[in-house]
């Protein structure tokens, strides 16, 4: 009898792995935080990095504290959420359809002024309930008070790579430019050892930051080893002030600075030109795509079938709440295949496999972190998700890539596991309580109200 | 006292009236199947068509048989699925990401041709189903053996258009051309006095369709008084096929055939020119949009934002789930409000609440039933859907049209009522037997698989 800590199966297993094998009726065995077994309920050999000789009278079957009987569903690789502002939930729909700039100026930036180190704790626990909720179990974060949304990430369970904002301006937290670096080496040093939480350099945009804080910057990434992450070309506005400021396009600049490499993850390339796909393949640098904030911001359609044909890794972002709005990288899967389809006029671009793969291991590999998340391998960490398909809308299910793409939500999502610990079963979140986090959110959103005098009732 | 049957008390009313009435802390009272009352829970007038001098020792409240409290939730109007072929749930996620031929002639003609009522019956319960639990509550259907489609949304409580396919081809349900037309005079006599059935005259499109066939379907549709409904330039090829056959545009030929007015219910219109739109503006046309068939399968964007303006009526429809692959009028309303405003670079365009009149009071101008359904008013049917806002993703709420467009999904939706009857209750079906349909359903796939001659186990 082999032993593991939990057993999920009775499930349709898509490990998103390199041959991307499908598992029917198979089961997926976790000890520690570790996937043990993946593959059919009785299995001859029983690999457990955790306990590789577990020995037993019985090598067909497994036992285990928890187990979890699926009864039909599938089980995936949690989805990882490339890209966001986590704390951004609680701007969620407080300003839509307007004209870029008046949307900024009249309502993000003055909220974001006001904003201290308890509001965005606030809003990264919310953002945290609904992406453990809708299926996400590793998100990338980029916004202020970043200690916050590491703590919070932590009490919550899940994987993370967080980094602060650095721009040339005062901070609302950190005031003084250099300040952001010590305060971002804080953040390296005091998370080194953890099993989730990671930290990233971040450095704001190309229109936000001088050549000065880019090159330290990157010579801190390199230094740490950790990613280097930056907004990149998201509007024509920015490529065209970066070609007025510096006579180049944003990612001539990047290269001439010397900050091209596998270490460098770029958010949102809508506007890059065919000679700056070169670029970014030849380098290796990684790209996420957020498809639903660039069209509700009006910014452009990103060339992502152009990027993934060039080898380029490529994964999924929601971006945050205050352009999305929310957090369901299912529903940033559908538009991302759905966009690209109408907008090459072509149905074969963008699969639903494509997809899926953008959300789970593309995402790990842009974030680095493909050693341990984003498919399901013995070895790797565990973090995997249960979706129910015994609905209504989710029958009959002839594709499981397509379901996951073209039907599912974030909802359907039953059970999730991160490194290793039941975060959500039957849709009961076990590591935060929604109540009080809700609660709280709403007294956040009432200072919001007073921050851009809004119109009571509205 | 003032009675009622239902009582839908304790959350924010979206009328979607002539004038967008937010009602905060509102009520809804339902007797028989009309909305009865509409307000604060204090009335002091209380209207009721159906008692209207309601005596009573106490004109401060209303007591019903049942009552609703939503603990702060919204009440909107059922939602209007304009356009969709409810049977092809069966054929959901079947093939995808394929070019419009080989998707046509290896998956949906082969299994459409085996088809037979029962299949039809399945597919719709189970379209149904759907529906209702993602907050449908009026559908328009464009399919085969439609009689079965009519009898399934009666038992479903579902309000509905329906129409048979007629075309120059024989039809699996009534062979020859003639008959297709004395199929349909039938359902117009069987449910002509039906409170929740509709039936419309539906020539398939232009390119399926004679000039006798479309001239004698008008003449149909005129005489029952009912609506005619056609697919209508949904894609580039359909154009040009008209063009070279009739030398005209597709609206052009309809208008020389005399179809053109306010009766005329036309599906798609993805490639329609300036003045395509002022003839079907000047005729009072009604056109449906259906965003994510049209993105999934490559065939272009509708010029909604230029029909809108022109004052067209325009309803929202999710077309068949072939090619969505569901039926959640919420994510049609997402991905419609985003695909407009990248498409037109301007994030102004198609506003959440321009999308959810789409989805409401348009698709019930559309569908000739705005005297019924589409907003609440005193004295309309009882169509009313219920939002569950007490989630992480759905909270802070600053706006509630942009909730339902930008966040929400089907799946908050908590009740249900469709002319005065209570079709779901805290998410539980009250006439539909949920089990026994997806236990149908999955029968009906394996004939599909066979039909379709699919390798086994994908």
Known sequence: MNKADILVHNGTI?????????????????????????GKPAPNAW?????????????????????????????????????????????RGLADDLPLMEWLHNYIFPAEGKMDADF???GTLLACAEMIMAGTTTFCDMYLFEEEVARAAKEA???????????????????ALEKGFIYTEELIERWKQDPLINIAVEPHSLFTCGEELLVKANDLALRSGVPLIIHLSETEEEVNEIKKRFGKRPVEHLKDLGLLG?????????????????????NDVRVVHNPESNMKLASGIA????????GITVGLGTDGCASNNNLDLFGEMDMAAKLHKVN??????????????????????????????????????????????NKPHLVPMYNPYSHLVYVAGGHDVRHSIIDGQIV???????????????????????????????????
């Open 14 to 38: 898509l490990t998103m792995d390199s041959q991307n094998k499908i598992i029917h009726n198979g089961m997926v065995a976790i000890s520690g935080n570790t996937i043990s077994y993946i």
């Open 47 to 91: 690999q457990s990095p955790a306990r590789p000789t577990a020995g037993g009278d019985n090598k067909d079957s497994i036992k285990a504290k928890k187990e979890l009987d699926i009864q039909g569903g599938l089980i995936i690789p949690g989805l990882i959420n490339s890209h966001t502002h986590a704390a951004m939930t609680l701007f």
């Open 120 to 122: 965005v704790r606030v």
């Open 157 to 175: 369970g899940m994987r993370s790579v967080v980094g602060e904002v650095i721009y040339d301006f005062p901070s609302p937290n950190y005031g």
């Open 262 to 282: 596998s270490h460098l993850i770029v958010d949102h390339c809508v506007h890059v030109n065919e000679s700056e796909i070169e670029l970014l393949a030849e």
């Open 303 to 310: 060339p992502v079938p152009e990027m993934i044909a060039k």
């Open 344 to 389: 090459n006029l072509d149905p074969t671009v963008m699969s639903a496999q494509t997809l899926v793969e953008m959300a789970t291991i593309e995402g790990a590999k842009a974030l680095g972190l493909e050693k341990i998340t984003g498919s399901l391998e013995v070895g790797k960490r565990a973090d995997l998700i249960v979706i129910d398909t």
């Open 424 to 458: 959500m079963e039957d849709r009961r979140l076990l590591t935060l309580d929604v109540e009080d986090i809700i609660e709280r959110s709403k007294e956040k959103a009432n200072m919001v109200r007073e921050w851009v005098k809004m119109k009571a009732g509205r």
